[in-house]
Each structure stands twice: as structure tokens, then as C-alpha cells.
């Protein structure tokens, strides 16, 4: 299939004009550079995602097919979370000498299961991973007895605004703060220390919110005190730290959390949101398809190749990644980046992007 040209759609000149990024939505805008530029780059439209699901959902309207939930989620999050907790026990009461065993583990094995916890909290935010909007709460809980900090409820609320406003300031919770920008520039060794700070800071950016927390969040905090409570008392404190290591490691310099990278930090102009297609996907639930996800988060992780496989002429088009490795040493080596490569736009365009919306709808309906 050959994609269509962006063209203006006849209109009276007071109309809203037609999006010129059809049917990619590839901006113009240039990367910002991390050894020059001291902000991000700045689009002044909406973000892609919406409109390009629109487009290809006219050429490819099967894929709604897609949409729903997998309950395959459920079972892989018990069996996930009691390999944790069984491997919490071993080191909190059994192995007590084996500290270098457990450090080692708890990066390698601990930080890859919570990066896998993380992902099926992703899926329980989009209730993809059970029929009611409260089963997913509970999937979100039961992912998240094996890390030793309240996060699945926060997630939900704060990622499903980055979904919604994705890149505007002041709103998407995923955007780096100034003093992040300022303080770390291209600068390699501080570029290092901020990934592997990156826990802390993730929650430092959505307590400056300062909303007032929801009912779940309270669930979710009551839950984890309780669920911290027995870990402590059946693996001691060692089983605590076995686990506080795991998250630390696994959302902080893990070859996993390179996705936190990867999704929308700028490597190429005009380009927000990138997907990694490796091998790494097989093992976490495909959280790499970051394009097709944001384009349909109807679609639950088992289906998302699908997405990209019946699209081809879409996706391939687009930048993409294939080892998170690289994405990780890329970023951390190369002086252009830094926390200033991303993309971010003013709710004012955002608005003004999305007015846009009936011109496509009403030109793809004359295709």
C-alpha cells in the first residue's frame, strides 16, 4: 500500500487548516541538543498519536479487532510475583552470608522481574489485563506486592494524563524538570547518575503536583504497608532490602528501563515517540511497542505486533530501536543528549491541534 501525501483540504480561509504532519505526523521541528540548547525542542501542534491512529484505522479498520483485554495477564503476574517473594524468603532467611549473590541477583533477575511488575501495572492502567475497571485495580495491587513502594494507583492516575497530554508543559508528568536540564546537559558522568537516580526522581516529579490523592491511592498505600509488614516479619529485614534493591536496579542503569529512554526521548527530528523492536520484548510483555501502543492503547501487549504487522507501512517508516543497550550508551556517551531531547508544546497548540481533527476525518472520508 502506498501511503498517502499530506494535502490541504479546500476550506474557506477561516477554517481550521489541515495537520501538514499527514499521515506519519512527523513534525518539523529540529532535536534539541543537550551541549547547545538549554530547553526542549518545541512543537506547535498537538501530539501524533490520536490522529495517526484515525489515519490508519481508515486504511486498516480490522485492527479495532484488536481491542480489549488478555487475561493471560493474571496468571503470569501470580507466577512472577511468588518467584519474587520465594526468592525474597531464600535471601532474607536462608542465604544470610550470600550478600554478593544477592546483590547480583536482585540487579540481574529482581531488577528484570520489576521491570515485568511495571509492565503489567502499564496494562492494568489501561485495564487491558481484566473485563472491569476494578479487576484491573486488583491486577495493578497484585503486581505491585513485590515492590516495597505504593506505585500502581499513582501510576494510573499520573501516566494516563501523559497519554492525554503528552509532551504539554506543566501537565505530562514524563517531562524532566528544569533543574534537570540545567544541572545535567550532555555531561556523561552526570548523565549516569541521573539514570541511576531515576527512581527518586520519577517520584519527585509527581509529588511537585500536589494533588490531593484519590481513594485507590490510599488502598494502594494501606495495601503496601500491610504486604511490607509480613514481608518483614516472615524474611526480615534483608527480604525488605532484597526487594528495595530489585526496584532500585531494575528502574534505575538496567538494561529494561532503557525503554524510559527509548519512548520519547528525541533521537531524530521531528519524531516524540520511538519503539525498540529486540528480543527483549519476548520477556517483557512487548513494553518496547511504544508507537503502537500510544496510537492504540485499546490493544493489550499480546497484540501490539500485530499492530505494527498490519500497518507495516506506517511503522516501519518511523525511527525505532533494536537494542536497549545502545539506546542506554548512546544517551549516556554521546554530548547531544540529555534531559533536554524531548519534545514539548504549549496546552494552547495542543488545543489548537486538536481543532484539527474534523478536517482529517472529513478528508479521509473523501480518500
Not at 154 to 163: G, I, K, N, T, W
Request: some cysteine.
Amino acid at each position: 500500500m502506498v501511503l498517502p501525501t499530506a494535502r490541504p483540504f479546500p476550506e474557506a480561509e477561516d477554517e481550521i487548516q489541515y495537520d501538514y504532519r499527514h499521515p506519519l505526523y512527523i513534525g518539523d521541528w529540529r532535536k534539541s541538543i543537550a551541549y547547545i540548547d538549554e530547553g526542549f525542542a518545541i512543537d506547535d501542534l498537538d501530539e501524533p498519536h490520536m490522529k495517526r491512529r484515525i489515519t490508519i484505522l481508515n486504511h486498516h479498520p480490522e485492527i479495532e479487532q484488536l481491542y480489549g483485554y488478555d487475561i493471560k495477564t493474571i496468571p503470569i503476574t501470580i507466577i512472577v510475583v511468588l518467584l519474587q517473594i520465594i526468592a525474597t524468603y531464600v535471601f532474607g532467611r536462608i542465604l544470610l552470608d550470600w550478600d554478593w549473590v544477592m546483590i547480583i541477583y536482585s540487579y540481574f533477575i529482581g531488577g528484570t522481574m520489576t521491570q515485568i511488575y511495571f509492565a503489567i501495572i502499564h496494562e492494568a492502567a489501561h485495564c487491558l489485563a481484566a473485563p472491569t475497571r476494578t479487576q484491573n485495580r486488583m491486577v495493578g495491587l497484585l503486581a505491585n506486592i513485590a515492590i516495597p513502594l505504593p506505585i500502581a494507583m499513582s501510576f494510573r492516575r499520573y501516566h494516563l494524563e501523559h497519554h492525554v497530554f503528552q509532551g504539554v508543559k506543566g501537565i505530562d508528568p514524563d517531562l524532566p524538570l528544569e533543574w534537570e536540564k540545567k544541572l545535567i546537559r550532555g555531561n556523561t558522568l552526570l548523565k549516569l547518575l541521573w539514570l541511576n537516580f531515576y527512581p527518586i526522581i520519577y517520584l519527585y516529579r509527581n509529588t511537585l503536583k500536589l494533588k490531593s490523592p484519590q481513594y485507590w491511592e490510599y488502598v494502594n498505600w494501606i495495601f503496601t504497608a500491610i504486604i511490607d509488614v509480613l514481608i518483614y516479619y516472615f524474611c526480615g529485614g534483608r527480604g525488605i532490602l532484597f526487594l528495595f534493591l530489585s526496584f532500585w536496579f531494575g528502574y534505575s542503569f538496567h538494561p529494561a528501563a532503557a525503554h524510559f529512554i527509548q519512548e520519547h526521548y528525541t533521537f531524530d527530528d521531528g519524531q516524540e515517540t520511538y519503539s525498540y523492536y529486540g528480543i527483549l520484548n519476548k520477556f517483557l510483555m512487548n513494553i518496547g511497542y511504544h508507537n503502537e501502543h500510544h496510537d492504540f492503547t485499546r490493544i493489550p501487549w499480546t497484540k501490539l505486533p500485530e499492530v505494527r504487522q498490519i500497518a507495516s507501512e506506517y511503522y516501519d517508516h518511523l525511527a525505532y530501536h533494536t537494542s536497549w543497550l545502545m539506546v542506554h550508551w548512546n544517551f549516556v556517551t554521546q554530548r547531544q543528549f540529555g534531559p533536554q531531547s524531548r519534545v514539548k508544546r504549549s496546552i494552547q497548540d495542543h488545543r489548537k491541534g486538536r481543532k484539527m481533527l474534523g478536517v482529517l476525518k472529513k478528508s479521509l472520508i473523501e480518500e
